[in-house]
Each structure stands twice: as C-alpha cells, then as structure tokens.
C-alpha cells in the first residue's frame, strides 16, 4: 500500500491485515499517535521520507508585551506530562523528565523550568498555563513541539517480524527507557535515520543495521541483539544523568548481543554499555570515541568478549581518581575476554574494578577469570589495571585475572597502572612501570615511553 503525506498510517495499518508493506513517500508524515504493526508488516520509505512525531506552533507565538525583551508565548498548548521518568545530570535540575521537547530551525531548544530562565536557544513550557514561551523571535522560522509518544509500538503486542526501513524518524515525544521505535519480535530496522526524540531512538530491536542514530534524548539504542554498522552520536541531549542511562547504548538482560562495526562517538554518557546480567556479550570492530564516559562497559554481566575495537579519547567527562572514564572497563563482571582492541588518550585506560554487586541470573558479581591481554594501549594521563572497593586482596592473585602480552605507550606519567601494592598485599596501589611487572602482569608485555617524544 502506497501511504502518502495525507493518509494517516496508524489507520491504514488498522484497515490492512498481517504481512502489508506499507511504501511510505518522500515529504513529511506528522503522527500524533503511534503506529502497532500486524506480523510480518514491512514499512518502507522512499527517500526523503520523514515519520514527525510533533505539531507546529509557529503561526501561534505572540510578543508578551510591548517591550523588545519580553518572551514570546504560544497558548493553547495543552499536552500534559503523565508519567515523569529518568535521574537528570543535576539535582538542581528537573527538566530531563519531560518529553514534550520543542524544535527551532529542526534545532532542539534547551528546556527551562522557570520563566526567568529564558534566554536564547532555551524554551520554557508551562503547563499550568498550557504556554510555551521562547525568548528568540519566531517570526520566519519552523517551531515545532513534539507530542506523539511514539513512531511504532510493537513491545507486547503480536505484531512479530516487522520491517522497518529507509525512514527518517524524528521529533518524538517518547519518554525516558521508551523508544521512538519500540520493536516486538523478530524487528529489523535498518537504513534509517532517527534522531531529535526525547528518550531512547530504538528499544529492543532484534536487527539493528546500518542506521543513523544521533541527538536523541537519552539514549541512541536500548537493548536488541545484533547491533552493527550504524553510527551513534551525541545522544542525551536532554541532560539525563550518563551514571543513570544514557549515552549511545545501553544492554541490560540479553543473552548472545552482538554489538560489531559501529561508529559510537561524542554521546554525553558511556558509548556501548552491558548492565544487569548480559551473557555472552560480543563487542567487536567498533570505532568508539569522544563520549563523555566510558568507551565500552560490561557491568555486571558475564562470559563477554570485547575484541578488536577501536576506543580513544572517551571518559573526559570522567572527575573520578578510580578507573572510571577507562576506554574500556569491566566492572564486577566475570569471564572477560579482552583482545586486540586499540586504547589510545582516555581518561584511564582498561580498567578491571570490583565492588559490592550481589549476585545475579548467572551467579555472583564478581571479577574472575577476567583476561586483558594483546591490546594496544596509549596513555598520556590515568591508569590501567584493577581496582578493588571490597577489603578483599584475592581479587588481585587467586581469582585469575590477568593482563598479558600488551602493548603500552606512555606518555609522562609517574604511576601509570593500578594493581595491589607490592608492599602489602591488602591494598590497593598506584604502580610505576616496573612495579607493574614486579606483581606478576605483562611480563611478556612491552613498554614504550613516549614521555618527552
């Protein structure tokens, strides 16, 4: 069925039985509910194809008073906000939690949350007065406001192996741990690009290829199985805590992820997270770089590889004197496989740290047999290693955690690695370089001063 710009597409779903395709054509689809696909649905888009998920407002903004400084409201606004989710990045700070984001230009305005904040680039939406205001004048520009909650809605319903392909989707006012695209079984989205949503652009999506995601609010992908050769980039603009959920991707309870070939860079947040009792994660090929956090995490999970990737200059957001903002860091995870991976200008480097995690799906959170070995390794600041917060030293010498045959190039650091002390085998410690040697790790390694060079 061909879906053109003045057909609603939620109602021509509802009149087409299981395994339509719905070509959808170039110019501006605007939703203001979201779509639930039969099984076996496709939904294409011809090139220039665009899903929005919000209204415009621009013909309905007026000068409050005559003064040149005083803001311009748009009334009759009446989307109220029902269910308020997330942990923002500062207490001082509410405004992550609401969805209904505003757009000048196709550019996402920062929310306020008085009036007396206003200034340029800001937008404030007071619901009491069903207004919203700006302080930049509108007249001659694109306003818009998000109100769909969604594009596509398929968790939960038996709206199984649906497609998903070559469509822009964008302006969604989907909250926090919901995606703009909400994927039931069996989903492959791909070639597509989907940004300017207010929580998560995809959430628990089977195949996820080849797609463009970037400037959503909290998170560009949560959860899915096989995530490869999209780009991820600067998602959470809405200002969630990264310690919370947020950045490029997050995994929490999947079993076999494979996460290959993806370009994941300058989210404010870590760029690829396993948390909560992930098994048999793969992080392979992938160029990670510029977020704000941790390159790659594995969190509580279990029996990961983490191979061949590419991670530099992430973790900048990082404040902590521990391992956090490492490129990569397995943290109270057992059985890691970490292996020719290329680690260069993070905050830290590979980190290793143990602290009180209980147990999970597949028994204790604990660092065992975690292997960190045949990497390539620049540092002109931070540390490498492991750390540990639980009183416990044989995390260090009877677990089997071991780092073997990398490659380190350092620049002028006085302590660059971080292992129990050699002087006491209760402690944590700050190690020199041959310190580092001294304690059993990296005797087949090589260290390569670059200090001064």
């Known amino acids: 069925m061909v879906v053109n710009t003045d057909t609603d597409l939620t109602m021509a779903v509802t009149a087409h039985g299981p395994g339509t395709t719905f070509c959808i054509t170039r110019g501006t689809h605007r939703m ?3 779509v639930v696909p039969r099984a076996n649905d496709s939904f294409i888009g011809e090139p220039g194809a665009i899903l929005n998920g919000a209204v415009d407002i621009s013909a309905l903004f007026v000068r409050s008073g005559t003064s040149s400084g005083r803001p311009w409201g748009a009334a009759g606004q009446m989307e109220q906000e029902t269910l308020l989710k997330g942990t923002c990045d500062s207490p001082a700070f509410t405004g992550c939690k609401y969805a209904h984001d505003v757009y000048f230009d196709n550019r996402p305005l920062a929310r306020v949350m008085s009036l007396s904040e206003l200034r340029s680039g800001r937008f404030f939406f007071d619901y009491s007065a069903h207004a919203i ?11 818009e406001v998000a109100i769909s909650p969604g594009a596509f809605q398929g968790w939960q319903t038996s709206g199984s192996s649906v497609t998903v392909r070559g469509l822009a989707i964008q302006k969604f006012a989907n909250q926090a741990q919901a995606g703009a695209v909400n994927c039931g079984v069996g989903w492959t989205v791909e070639d597509n690009d989907i940004s300017l949503n207010h929580g998560t652009g995809l959430k628990n999506c089977d195949v996820v290829r080849h797609n463009a995601i970037h400037d959503n609010g ?3 992908i949560g959860g899915g199985k096989l995530i490869e050769y999209n780009e991820l980039a600067n998602n959470n603009t809405a200002r969630f805590s990264g310690r919370w959920e947020a950045g490029g991707a997050k995994f929490v309870l999947t079993n076999g992820l494979v996460v290959r070939g993806n370009y994941v860079h300058d989210n404010d947040g870590p760029g690829l997270w396993s948390d909560i009792d992930n098994i048999h994660t793969t992080y392979e090929g992938n160029y990670v770089s510029h977020n704000s956090l941790e390159g790659i995490v594995d969190e509580i999970s279990y029996d990961s590889l983490i191979k061949d990737n590419v991670v530099v200059n992430n973790g900048f957001g990082t404040r902590s004197g521990w391992l956090d903002g490492a490129g990569i860091l397995v943290a109270s995870s ?12 993070n905050w830290n480097g590979i980190g290793v740290t143990q602290t009180a995690r209980g147990s999970g799906l597949y028994g204790p959170h604990e660092v065992h047999d975690v292997r960190v070995h045949d990497n390539r390794i620049s540092m002109g600041r931070g540390q490498t290693g492991m750390a540990q917060g639980v009183n416990d030293p044989s995390y260090f010498f009877t677990r089997n955690n071991s780092f073997s045959h990398n490659t380190y190039y350092l620049g002028c650091i006085d302590y660059p690695f971080a292992w129990r002390s050699p002087s006491s085998r209760a402690l944590d410690g700050k190690l020199t370089t041959g310190q580092w040697g001294s304690v059993g790790n990296d005797r087949d390694g090589l260290i390569v001063s670059t200090c001064g060079g």
Request: glycine share 14%.
């Open 32 to 34: 203001s509910t979201q």
């Open 334 to 345: 057992p059985n890691a496989d970490v292996v020719g991976n290329l680690v260069a200008n």
């Open 133 to 143: 205001f700006l302080a930049d004048d509108p007249r001659g520009h694109g306003v």
């Open 218 to 220: 909290q998170l560009g």
